[in-house]
């Protein structure tokens, strides 16, 4: 089926999976996508960085999350320092012997929505994609993420898409961000 907006073919069984399965077609909706966004007057290169910035206060850990050259290694620096060695081996928590602030299950979910209407709402060319996108359901098919993500049975909780689909909704004036 083919939307109004630019040329995007939604899949036949109305569902983006943009993590794996359209991922070369839909790779604007990732938060590792390089899409710049200001938020209190700070920048930030991807809505990654801005989330993994969040973990703590401390601003060389901020700074250091800013200078991350990829979205990928902002994330292996914001690493909780309890997680595995292999997942926190480059943490920066590790590194200094610090502990990402203590509400952060709490908040993280307000922190992403917050970062994606930004990166929507500041970014003209990803809010006509997204709304481009229709009514399909979009999914982050990650198989190793079952909060943000499907995780690997596939009955992950999909926030990182159900977030995308709130600001899609609020673009169109269909209400507002939902609450953790």
């Known amino acids: 089926m083919i939307v109004d907006g630019p040329d995007i073919v939604v899949p036949p069984d109305n569902r983006i999976l943009y993590f794996g399965r359209d991922r070369d077609r839909f790779r604007f909706l990732s938060h590792f996508h390089p899409s710049p966004i200001v938020i209190d007057g700070e920048d930030w290169p991807t809505v990654e960085h801005y989330y993994q910035a969040q973990k703590s206060a401390n601003p060389d850990y901020k700074a250091a999350i800013r200078a991350a050259i990829r979205p990928g290694l902002a994330k292996r620096l914001a690493a909780p320092p309890s997680a595995p060695r292999r997942i926190s081996q480059n943490s920066w928590f590790r590194k200094n012997d610090q502990q990402p602030r203590p509400d952060w299950h709490d908040v993280k979910l307000d922190i992403m929505r917050r970062a994606d209407l930004a990166k929507f709402t500041q970014n003209a060319d ?55």
């Open 126 to 180: 990803l809010t006509v994609l997204l709304l481009a996108t229709g009514d399909a359901e979009l999914v982050e098919d990650s198989p190793d993420e079952p909060f943000w993500g499907t995780g690997p049975d596939g009955a992950g909780f999909n926030w990182a898409g159900r977030v995308v689909m709130e600001v899609r909704a609020r673009l169109r004036g269909n209400g507002p961000l939902q609450r953790g």
